[in-house]
């Protein structure tokens, strides 16, 4: 039998994948190559006829199995880059995707004044959001809730693995539960696929992604209604909250944050033209 190369097992990974209309085989051939014979990517570059050890191949077909399965490469690797930082994901938390940078780069743009720099990150799932601020604003401090410790666990692994763990406290909680203060922003990617419409999503998110970090209820809306009724007095003067929406929620979630007080100030849209992130302030 011919020896196990790069090169040879990429193809075969990327036939599997392609079989079961997999739009990123290429990559993601070379991404689990790269995890399961311990490779760096300019090492499979610069040499794609690099022979490769058959535990190594023994354990990338495996790994290609769990991918034509339509689980994540993300999931498989235990890894997501977020916002140009690696984060670890498990499968207690929602897998960061790159929608959610939309709401990294609106707080980004709204820097909070001089000498207000407190953030809170409600249903932090791994962390990504209030860890990738904290690491661009060395001076500010934040507080991550979520109802679930396993994933508080993953996102306090990702805070020291950023270096911020200092300067963020965690609290076990559903919203606003155990959260004491006020904060100058409040931001949160809550679950809100309307519950009608978790069995027909893409399996690689139905299957992989936390219920609870979907479900949005029967509407969608549940959590924007939990978030915009306690905002109001966590809020510090001039303070904003930003949340993460669903493609077409834009005017019902303003709705409900203006009948509590809050005013829509911004609308960011993702890179397929959608609006993802809102911002409200209170009038």
């Known amino acids: 039998m011919p020896p196990e190369t790069a090169r040879r097992l990429i193809a075969e990974a990327r036939r599997s994948f392609e079989a079961a209309a997999i739009a990123t085989a290429a990559l993601d051939a070379r991404l689990l190559l790269q995890h399961a ?46 916002h140009g930082r690696g984060f670890e994901v498990t499968p207690a938390v929602l897998d960061p995707r790159p929608d959610t940078e939309t709401l990294i780069d609106a707080a980004l743009a709204r820097r909070p004044r001089p000498g207000a720099k407190r953030l809170l990150d409600l249903g932090t799932g791994s962390g990504a959001i209030i860890v990738s601020l904290l690491a661009e604003w ?40 155990g ?13 809100y696929i309307p519950l009608g419409e978790i069995a027909g999503l893409a399996a690689d998110v139905r299957d992989f992604d936390p219920p609870r970090a979907l479900d949005g209820g029967p ?30 929620q834009s005017a019902a979630v303003e ?5 509590t007080g809050l005013t829509c100030q911004g609308r960011a849209r993702d890179l397929g033209g959608h609006i993802r992130c809102l911002t409200f302030y209170k009038a």
């Open 37 to 82: 014979a311990h490779l760096a990517h300019e090492e499979i570059a610069a040499d794609a006829d690099r022979a490769i050890d058959a535990a190594a191949a023994q354990r990338f077909r495996a790994l290609v199995a769990r991918r034509a399965a339509r689980e994540p490469v993300s999931r498989i690797l235990g890894e997501r880059e977020f």
């Open 138 to 177: 060395p001076d500010a401090t934040g507080v991550a809730t979520d109802l679930s410790a396993a994933a508080l666990a993953v996102a306090e692994r990702n805070a020291g693995r950023h270096k911020v763990n200092g300067r963020v406290g965690f609290v076990h909680g559903n919203w606003f539960e």
């Open 179 to 191: 959260v004491a203060g006020h904060f100058d922003l409040i931001l949160s990617n809550p679950p």
């Open 219 to 248: 509407d969608g809306l549940e959590a924007f209604r939990r978030i915009a009724a306690g905002a109001g007095g966590h809020l510090a003067p001039g303070g904003v909250v930003l949340v993460e929406i669903g493609a077409g």
């Open 255 to 259: 709705a409900i944050f203006a009948a």
